[in-house]
């Protein structure tokens, strides 16, 4: 992991405020995260050893309310990488108009090198460590990379023994029995697949005209493959963090999905055995998945997959950035240069975070809502939020990653002028409308 991911992640920030008017407070405001907090976590092994982990969680910012972002359990988890998610959280969920604002945590570890008893003792462990930094009214952790609705369930249950009151409303993504919402496993990808599906009729493409190629096959990428391939679009490769696969008359998604559930293994979706036999298909390598001639790019794995080394052998048409920061700011400006017209992870990603506010807004209120009900409310706010950042990229003529920040910004400005600012106060200028 670069060292210089949250200045790269600032660049976002630094090219959409030429388009906004906001106040110079709210600017020096949103440069810094609010809280961050670095822990060590103790964990008793199985074999009787200790193993002392790296954990954090950053609150970025919080004047929209109470801060919200997922735990992600990976080897290159560092402070660097967890302040970048929980900055890209903070505008997310200002894009959404979800009225929280970001953060992000992690632990650094390979979690497959983990018995399932120490996974859980870490899990508790961490929560143990950050519990005066969390809670429903101050941030509500989630799932990210490598962590499930088992590992939020043992979390909020942590949570509960720790402050001895019950308190779903402290994690979002928990398992359905223990107050987690329907809908919240599929809703990231549910929600990109809302934003492709109104990209699509606008620029007016019909999905079996359509060639697609997912980069990473978890939680977002295996369940966008799956809704792409139902909804008639051809996807041709997909891949996990052992290699691709790729066949050009389409791949059969829901086989590979099976397949790769039943054996659990991560080599799985080689088809080293009956799904061979369903499509024929090749492998490839996952830098081969990138750069395949196809319209649609899904990149749903980590970040920095898109650099300015492998940028000019893109050619897909439109990348949908189904995961975190997969494109580089220097790649970026690139890929507009070039005419490749990128969705960002801000707008197309946040089902995963609104489906967790829906959860919030479950818990709190004690009522739970069908799966209907859910997916019909994800897709009013993924299509409205689309729509009227397409609108703001057509007028300012900008692209739509810096549509999403200005959008993000406006909002995320008013609340801040909102508690006064230095025209307020020197100048006797009202700001808040
Ligand atoms: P996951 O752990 O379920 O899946 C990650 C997948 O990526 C796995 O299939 C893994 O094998 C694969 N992978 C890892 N390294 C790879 C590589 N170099 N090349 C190809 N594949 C590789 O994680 P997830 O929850 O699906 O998250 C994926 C991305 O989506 C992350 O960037 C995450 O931040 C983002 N995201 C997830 C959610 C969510 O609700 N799950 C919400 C918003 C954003």
New binding site residues.
Partial sequence: MSDTLFADASKRLEKALKYVSISEDAIEHLKFPKASLAVSIPVRMDDGSLKIFQGYRVRYDDTRGPTKG?VRYHPNVSMDEVQSLAFWMTFKCAVLNLPFGGAKGGITLNPKALSRMELERLSRGYVNAIADFIGPDIDIPA????TNPMIMGWMMDQYSIITRKVTPGVVTGKPISIGGSLGRDT??AMGAFFVIENIMSKIDRSPPETTVAV???????AVIADLLSKAGYKVVAV???QGAVYAKKGLDIPSIRQYKLSSRG?KAVYCEDTVCNIVEHESIS?EELLTLDVDILVP????NQITEANVNNIKARYIFE???GPITSVADAILEQRGISVFPDILV?AG?VTVSYFEWVQNRSGFYWTLEEVNQRLRQKMVEETNQIWGIAQELSISMRTAAYVHALNRLGEAISAKGTRDYYVNGKVSVP
Avoid at 143 to 146: A, C, G, I, L, Q
Avoid at 215 to 221: E, I, L, R, S, T
Avoid at 300 to 303: N, R
Wanted: net charge negative; no cysteine.
């Fill in positions: 997922g799932p990210d990379v490598y809703a990231t980069q990473g096959f978890g939680n977002a990428g891949s996990d963090s991560m996952n749903a794995a980590l970040e189904v995961a975190n990603n995963g």
